[in-house]
């Protein structure tokens, strides 16, 4: 049984009657992909909210906790798995550092290089913040099914490779 027709397909059957000329089909795909991830980005901060983080603060202490102790990273390095500027990240940290989330370091060499920690209470934070992260994850996916999310996971790594992400 085929699903009632959705918001895409409302506007595609629009644009096929005023430019019959165009093909959207692309919209069947990018367009619930832009749905979909709105939605989630809603969902997902949603439950950054509870913890008094968001998205982007949430971004920064999980890059720090996945570095592994001692839960640190050059600030570079930190912009880099945040996919932010340098610029972002500093607002970020600051917001951060004066919740005594994170702090900062020179390195002893060079102090132009600096270095970003989690201290202890940043990161028990995090672990928290991240366990329901993972259970909000799960909760979002499971109605699709675990088959359909592993060829979905699979369809998605694929084509951010084909666009030159990874």
Excluded: C
């Excluded at 880099?80 to 020179?106: C, F, N, P, S, Y």
């Excluded at 390195?107 to 970003?116: G, K, M, N, V």
């Amino acid at each position: 049984m085929d699903a009632a027709p959705d918001r895409v397909d409302t506007i595609q059957a629009e644009w096929r009657r005023e430019r019959p000329d165009l093909d959207p089909s692309p919209q069947a795909v990018i367009g619930r992909l832009h749905r979909v991830a709105t939605t989630l980005t809603e969902r997902l901060t949603d439950g950054y909210r509870v913890f008094d983080l968001t998205e982007g603060e949430f971004d920064v202490l999980a890059a720090l906790r996945r570095a592994g102790a001692p839960f640190e990273r050059a600030a570079g390095e930190l912009a880099d798995h945040t996919m932010i500027t340098t610029g972002g990240l500093t607002k970020r940290v600051d917001r951060l550092e004066q919740r005594g989330l994170v702090q900062r370091r020179a390195e002893a060499s060079d102090a132009r290089r600096r270095f970003i920690r989690l201290t202890p209470t940043g990161a028990d934070l995090i672990d928290r913040a991240f366990t329901a992260h993972l259970a909000n994850e799960h909760s979002l996916l499971d109605e699709l099914g675990e088959a359909d999310a592993a060829d979905l996971a699979r369809i998605l790594a694929r084509w951010l490779r084909v666009l030159g992400e990874d």
